[in-house]
């Protein structure tokens, strides 16, 4: 890409990224423990699996980018919402390091991730944002659902607990 | 931005937003008359007002940030699918229009929209990307508990109709 023609940086795209991210970890500690692993709408995942899904890209698919060693993608599955929190938050700092790791120039490269997906590095990231959105909204619905309030869509900051 | 800090283009960010659009629409079309503009979960809004806020944030933002006109935020409202779907295809054809005149030196100028939102240029685009990729997936929900399969995620191309 040349001079002139760059939408953000890097650096901002993996801020708005974890700006998303503790969003979506907001969503699974407000999530009720009891509903975490089970609770569906017209059969599709409970939000702990939805979560484990944005676990399963995020950090995997910046090692691989930066490694080129390719590994199958491979779900994530917590047993505990304090197991999905803490995963969550090694995840939260795989995904610094490793992003931090791919050089700028590579952004427009063509790369085939998770050993089938093939798209530039850029699209690879944002579809990992884009899907963690997709998802996240569904957690909206269910807790909708189940009486309780999610956290304002525009907040990205890190959780109370933080 | 300097020069080897780009992720993407400005061209490459609205083609990736028209095929997420392209999505949205598909949803629109595939979603049953009979409850497109009644059905709800948790007293959230019927998809047709979801659909409806991403018509009046897609454009309406491009044009503020081309002309500089402020203009507060005004929801959209259709009275029946073909209304929606035929307002979408102008959205379209508008954003287009409007997201080509935004030189790309100004995607990190920090700007207020709608009267009342501050942020980067880029951070408004993304704002409307992620609040879009939000309201679908609760669309997905929406069908999935009425029964109709959603379209692939990962699709991104025109509907079948286009």
Do not use: C
């Not at 956290?151 to 959780?159: I, L, N």
Request: proline fraction near 6%; charged fraction near 20%; hydrophobic fraction near 40%.
């Amino acid at each position: 890409m040349s001079t002139g023609t760059a939408v953000l940086s890097p650096t901002e795209l993996l801020e708005h990224w974890q700006g998303l991210r503790n969003l979506s970890r907001r969503v699974i500690e407000i999530f009720p423990d009891a509903h975490l692993f089970t609770y569906s709408i017209g059969n599709m995942r409970p939000f702990a699996l939805l979560a484990g899904e944005m676990i399963a890209i995020a950090a995997p698919m910046a090692r691989e980018i930066v490694s080129g060693q390719s590994v199958p993608y491979a779900d994530y599955e917590a047993t505990s919402k304090a197991e999905l929190l803490a995963r969550w938050d090694e995840a939260t700092a795989e995904l610094n390091e490793w992003f931090a790791k791919v050089p700028p120039e590579r952004f427009g490269e063509t790369i085939t991730v998770f050993g089938q997906y093939t798209g530039t590095v850029w699209s690879h990231f944002f579809y990992a944002i884009d899907n963690e959105n997709h998802h996240r909204g569904q957690g909206y619905v269910y807790l909708r659902a189940l009486g309780v309030e999610p956290p304002p869509f525009w907040e990205r900051g890190a959780s109370s607990a933080a």
